[in-house]
């Protein structure tokens, strides 16, 4: 069964993403939304994309796995990259240090140094998940570049990491102990995907989002247990 997971600024966007990666209809997938999105200040910092779920409905599914290898120009999305972040990171009055990209199973990871790496951040990470996100979108407008990124700096990505399996190791002991759900403080889109994978790998829990916009948050329970 072929599946995709899409986001942007909102559904009908994501969806419209999501069909022509398909190469299908709207009316050939299932959609399940994962993530309605929230607008953010002036539709820019902290805005959070809208994610769905796109199953191609049996009798129309599709292989275009190999299609999408072949159509991927990994040395021009990693270019316009490069061009993109350099371009807004000017319009935010920063100063750019060094920027360093790569390219590695379907993910450009990004590597920016700054003369102002807090703002460049921003509260909770919110400024830098906004420019990852738009950096995204322009990708996105070119087949050949539409790849996935991660925009790093100072490391903060992995302090973010470091500071979520914290947490979620409180979680679980939680939920062991007293076999009730644990509901985590409202989180970022990428936040969350990350505690949902994190706990995925531990396996004998089962996760799940409820909440809207800034205040949609991750639960956790025994698998064995009924919401």
């Given amino acids: 069964m072929q599946e995709l997971e899409v986001s942007g600024k909102n559904i009908e966007e994501a969806i419209t993403i999501g069909i022509k990666k398909l190469d299908c209809t709207k009316d050939e997938v299932e959609i399940k939304i994962l993530d309605e999105g929230t607008s953010g200040l002036f539709g820019l910092m902290g805005a959070k994309p809208a994610k769905i779920l796109l199953t191609l409905k049996k009798e129309n599914n599709k292989n275009i796995s190999e299609k999408k290898d072949v159509d991927i120009d ?3 999305a990693c270019k316009n990259v490069e061009s993109y972040v350099r371009e807004i990171i000017s ?7 060094t920027l ?7 993910i450009i990871e990004i590597e920016v140094s700054t003369d102002n790496g807090s703002l460049l951040i921003g509260k909770g990470g919110q400024s830098l998940d906004a420019l990852e996100y738009i950096v995204q979108l322009m990708l996105n ?17 992995l302090k973010q990491q470091e500071r979520l399996k914290v947490i979620a190791e409180k979680a679980i002991e939680y939920v062991q102990r007293t076999k009730k759900i644990y509901r985590f403080d409202p989180m970022s889109a990428k936040e969350r995907k990350f505690i949902h994978m994190y706990l995925k790998d531990i396996g004998g829990f089962d996760t799940f989002s409820e909440g809207e916009g800034t205040m949609r948050k991750v639960g956790v329970k025994l698998l064995s247990d009924k919401k």
Wanted: charged residues 30%; glycine residues 2%; positive net charge.
């Fill in 74 to 76: 990994s040395a021009l």
């Fill in 91 to 97: 319009m935010m009055n920063i100063s750019l240090k």
């Fill in 100 to 106: 360093e990209t790569s390219y590695k199973d379907g």
């Fill in 141 to 157: 407008t070119n087949p050949k570049t539409r790849v996935k990124i991660n925009l790093d700096t100072e490391n903060y990505r």
